[in-house]
T-cell receptor, first 117, second 115 residues
């Protein structure tokens, strides 16, 4: 079984709909992340969480929210989806190797392809 | 501001040929450097990382990378490419800064391998 799972794997929705993407991990890691990947732009950080009570915005958090329900679960919500949120979304985890996380190896889920019409 | 650049969007090599993927970074001190690989339909997987010490680091799948401080580069190499190496490769930089988390990915290089 995969260590980091994402559901759904693919989703097509309409503008204005609320969408939740879910991430679960069995690696026992405290740190979790949400990224979006767009062609030519690489991966950009949306939100990150270093433990259950810690939530931080990344570089592109506008239009998104997150919930850390447990150590193993980290959900990303689009409150009112818009077409430019069409992208591939990745959840990742890491086991702390430094206070700021900059030496952590990140472990990625398989991604969720979201299309907003 | 910290940044990481991968100048090549696409690279095509023949199977058995050597490979070098370029990565340049901008940071005031020595950053923490990573290479990840993304196979089709999958998430990213760590190939190798450099924090300090020997500037030539070995990774999985026969890859290596060399840190060159004078050139602010961390290029990924493989002596002989296999068809299964076709994937997208991302360089990443972990850049400590006061109070904020900085782990920046490059835009990626897509590798195509010709039989």
């Amino acid at each position: 079984d995969a260590d980091v799972t994402q559901t759904p794997r693919n989703r097509i929705t309409k503008t204005g709909k609320r969408i939740m993407l879910e991430c679960s991990q069995t690696k026992g890691h405290d740190r979790m992340y949400w990224y979006r990947q767009d062609p030519g732009l690489g991966l950009r950080l949306i939100y990150y969480s270093f433990d259950v009570k810690d939530i931080n915005k990344g570089e592109i958090s506008d239009g998104y929210s997150v919930s850390r329900q447990a150590q193993a679960k980290f959900s990303l919500s689009l409150e009112s989806a818009i077409p430019n949120q069409t992208a591939l979304y990745f959840c990742a985890t890491s086991d702390p190797s430094s206070a700021q996380g900059v030496t952590d190896t990140q472990y990625f889920g398989p991604g969720t392809r979201l299309t907003v019409l | 501001a910290q940044s990481v650049t991968q100048p090549d969007i696409h690279i095509t090599v023949s199977e058995g040929a050597s490979l070098e993927l370029r990565c340049n970074y901008s940071y005031g001190a020595t950053p923490y450097l990573f290479w990840y690989v993304q196979s089709p339909g999958q998430g990213l997987q760590l190939l190798l990382k450099y924090f300090s010490g020997d500037t030539l680091v070995q990774g999985i799948k026969g890859f290596e990378a060399e840190f060159k401080r004078s050139q602010s580069s961390f290029n990924l190499r493989k002596p002989s490419v296999h068809w299964s190496d076709a994937a997208e490769y991302f360089c990443a930089v972990g850049a400590p800064s006061s109070g904020t988390y900085k782990y920046i990915f490059g835009t990626g290089t897509r590798l195509k391998v010709l039989a």
